[in-house]
């Protein structure tokens, strides 16, 4: 009878502390997602994707992020590091580096050489510009290495960023059609990989062609599908549907498949086969798969949030999200998964289509401002004193304004009051003043935490609300306006109760909650501020 009570005893620990951790994390980031699409979309979506997330995980409604600038590379690495640009370094997809004095791409790395059929520029990539660990770097850490850690994207940058410092691999897609990596990682890749590339699988969907998802009455949440607000899709004699993909692939490469709805299709296939090759959740050691969809940033850039095309693209990731969540249920188990949906920006309004409604609004060629701040430089100073202007940062040079013996206080609050004086500018922002924050002023807030003084400009420009650094087409990202900043933020699986929360939340938050889900050590950058609605069970 003892030994019966021991061996239960024994039992129930075991299980108790199998419970203790998910055997697999599962982390989506859907690129320029906005909160909005899933409220104007979703008479359209299936039972099954976007709306089984929705009502059987926890929900919040009111996600953002708390920085500037919105873009992809920064709030990849803000969602996983559980902290702001302003700690982990990465304070854009590009960026002029005071420091080095040059442009720095944000996953950089010279020391790297490509692995697989990728071009040299393609592979030179590593996280050694992430100066914060991640969430899944943590995970690697508390499973004693032994928990695999593997990133995909069809960007870069999307997926190397949120698998972190240790992770197994990060997979990212090439114009030759298939998944590379880098050196950083292994020297070879792994066979599935290579014969995953070998198979082709872009071709059926560059063969087919895009065309409507759905019958054309189901989008009437969109614009018609000619309009002005859109761009031209690879040399396409115009925005509409279908499109002859296969003429766009012989004309350029394998990489036209990112500005379609299948770029998705193909990573959600990619993703499926590294679960099932490389045994992801299949034993008590958790692992962490981080997948990035990439296609409806490049669809929302080129085609605009009005565009059918985009709308189709959602209707698409609808079904592949439906289809990814039945395959976790039957591989891994549909109560041993923990995963999470968000998006690493949003994205605004296209400016003429709001202008055209007499929202007194516009945009402004990025070409446009610094050449206007070249050409008042030179008549206030003599010379042009700019060394670079991008991301809303400009950059003075300090060499000649010393050899010209001019005070650099009264250059930056001169280009401060220029500024400030053109239509589009809202607010201007000195180096001095960013780093004495006090957190009274709700933008500057954004700016600061935005902000890293090794890498970032003199001064900084914030734009009033609408306004736009971009072309007449299209749409982009970048602002702290909520256009840019909300974004949606679903919890799923694992011991999540389901619920919505209407309170204002901060991106920060996700990944601290997910180290306390899972009992691991923090990221070491973040503030630890947690989503308490996702670790209340009950």
Request: charged share 25%.
């Amino acid at each position: 009878m003892k030994k019966t009570i021991v061996l239960l005893t024994l039992f129930v620990i075991s299980n108790l502390s199998a419970q203790q951790r998910p055997k697999l994390v599962v982390g989506i980031v859907v690129d320029q997602m906005k909160m909005e699409y899933l409220y104007r979309f979703s008479d359209d979506f299936s039972s099954n994707g976007f709306k089984r997330l929705m009502n059987n995980g926890y929900t919040f409604q009111n996600m953002h992020y708390n920085y500037m600038p919105t873009y992809t590379a920064p709030g990849h690495a803000s969602i996983y590091t559980g902290t702001t640009p302003a700690t982990h370094g990465i304070v854009g997809n590009e960026w002029f580096s005071r420091t080095l004095g040059k442009e720095t791409y944000c996953t950089d790395d010279a020391g790297v050489k490509t692995v697989g059929d990728g071009t040299v520029e393609e592979g030179a990539m590593s996280p050694k510009n992430l100066l914060s660990t991640t969430i899944t770097d943590e995970v690697r850490m508390a499973t004693n290495f032994a928990g695999k850690v593997i990133g995909m994207s069809l960007k870069d940058r999307g997926a190397i960023l949120p698998a972190g410092h240790f992770a197994n691999w990060a997979f990212w897609y090439s114009k030759t059609g298939s998944f590379i990596s880098s050196t950083f990682y292994g020297e070879k890749l792994p066979e599935w990989v290579s014969t995953f590339n070998s198979e082709k699988h872009y071709m059926p969907y560059i063969n087919k062609g895009w065309d409507l998802y759905k019958p054309a009455s189901v989008y009437n949440e969109s614009l018609p599908d000619d309009n002005p607000y859109e761009g031209k899709l690879y040399g396409s004699a115009a925005p509409v549907f279908p499109y002859d993909l296969k003429t766009m692939y012989e004309k350029n490469d394998a990489g036209i498949l990112r500005a379609t709805p299948y770029g998705n299709d193909l990573l959600a296939e990619f993703a499926m086969k590294a679960i099932e090759k490389e045994e992801l959740g299949k034993d008590d050691i958790t692992d962490f798969l981080t997948v990035s969809f990439s296609s409806t940033d490049y669809v929302g850039h080129l085609l605009g949030p009005r565009s059918m095309e985009l709308q189709d693209t959602y209707l698409r990731l609808d079904q592949t999200i439906a289809d990814f969540l039945n395959y976790l249920d039957k591989t891994v188990g549909k109560d041993n998964y923990l995963l999470f949906l968000t998006a690493d920006h949003a994205g605004a309004e296209n400016v003429i289509y709001l202008k055209d409604r007499k929202y007194n609004v516009n945009n402004y060629p990025v070409k446009d401002v610094r050449k206007s701040l070249q050409d008042f430089s030179t008549k206030t100073f003599g010379v042009d004193l700019i060394t670079n202007y991008s991301n809303f940062n400009i950059f003075l040079n300090k060499q000649i304004i010393k050899k010209k013996g001019l005070d650099l206080v009264k250059v930056k609050q001169t280009f401060k009051e220029f500024l400030i004086s053109q239509p589009q500018v809202k607010r201007v922002y000195t180096e001095e003043e960013i780093l004495a924050n006090s957190g009274k002023d709700y933008y500057l807030d954004f700016v600061a935490k935005g902000y890293d003084v090794t890498q970032n400009g003199d001064l900084i420009i914030l734009d009033k609300p609408g306004d736009i650094e971009y072309s007449t087409t299209g749409t982009s990202h970048g602002t702290p306006y909520s256009y840019d900043t909300h974004v949606p933020a679903i919890f799923y699986g694992w011991h999540i109760k389901k619920g919505e929360s209407y309170d204002k939340k901060a991106i920060t938050e996700i990944a601290p909650t997910i180290a306390q889900k899972i009992k691991v050590t923090f990221p070491n950058g973040t503030e630890a501020k947690v989503l308490q609605e996702v670790l209340d069970e009950k």
